[in-house]
T-cell receptor, first 112, second 116 residues
Framework: KNQVEQSPQSLIILEGKNCTLQ??????????LRWYKQDTGRGPVSLTI?????NTKSNGRYTATLDADTKQSSLHITASQLSDSASYIC???????????FGKGTTLSVSS | NAGVMQNPRHLVRRRGQEARLRCSPM?????VYWYRQLPEEGLKFMVY????????ESGMPKERFSAEFPKEGPSILRIQQVVRGDSAAYFC??????????????FGPGTRLTVT
């Protein structure tokens, strides 16, 4: 069964600190992995997309890594800001069909 | 270029009524996707449409749910005879190309359906 698991479920950090969110997936065949940011009451916004051959991809203070052998990904946020408070969702695209398979997300709260 | 538009943003229906959710894709996008997000759950794929055609409805419940994307006008997700379990946030996304490789999907703000 295709699944995407994320940890931790929630995280609280102080403004300016770094954090790393984890994603494990069992999706076959694998096409690509995406990280989305979803603010409360809004739709998800794409941060990064990585294919099988990519190990790391950055978007400003966000850096995603992918280990296709262990089927793990991480999202590292550097120098967190209050506006980073949101849900971060790991999404895997299977090589067959249309569906994106979503994790439940990690809820990040950045406090001052 | 306006983003994906969804309306209404909030919809309240009594059990047994019909709910109609509308989605206008980004300009130039002919591929539309509907997702449902139940409380405390991740988004789940429902249906993928291209202008006037349903391409993949593997995530759509077999009864009471239907979707269309006419040649003119927005895509419509229709839920007949709503039940409390239909209460959820329904997200629409659109893309300029078919969903393969790194084709990006752009999400709307969602419609929050509450069934009382």
């Amino acid at each position: 069964k295709n699944q995407v698991e994320q940890s931790p479920q929630s995280l609280i950090i102080l403004e300016g600190k770094n954090c790393t969110l984890q994603c494990n997936y069992t999706v076959s065949p694998f096409s690509n992995l995406r990280w989305y940011k979803q603010d409360t009451g809004r739709g998800p916004v794409s941060l990064t997309i990585m294919t099988f051959s990519e190990n790391t991809k950055s978007n400003g203070r966000y850096t995603a890594t992918l280990d296709a052998d262990t089927k793990q990904s991480s999202l590292h946020i550097t120098a967190s800001q209050l506006s980073d408070s949101a849900s971060y969702i790991c999404v895997v695209s299977a090589g067959t069909g249309t569906a994106l398979i979503f994790g439940k997300g990690t809820t990040l709260s950045v406090s001052s | 270029n306006a983003g994906v538009m969804q309306n209404p943003r909030h919809l309240v229906r009594r059990r047994g009524q019909e709910a109609r959710l509308r989605c206008s894709p980004m300009k130039g996008h002919s591929h539309v996707y509907w997702y449902r997000q139940l409380p405390e759950e991740g988004l789940k794929f429902m249906v993928y449409l291209q202008k006037e055609n349903i391409i993949d409805e593997s995530g759509m419940p077999k009864e009471r749910f239907s979707a269309e994307f006419p040649k003119e006008g927005p895509s419509i997700l229709r839920i007949q005879q709503v039940v409390r379990g239909d209460s959820a946030a329904y997200f629409c996304a659109s893309s300029p190309r078919a969903p393969n490789g790194e084709s990006e999907q752009y999400f709307g703000p969602g419609t929050r359906l509450t069934v009382t």
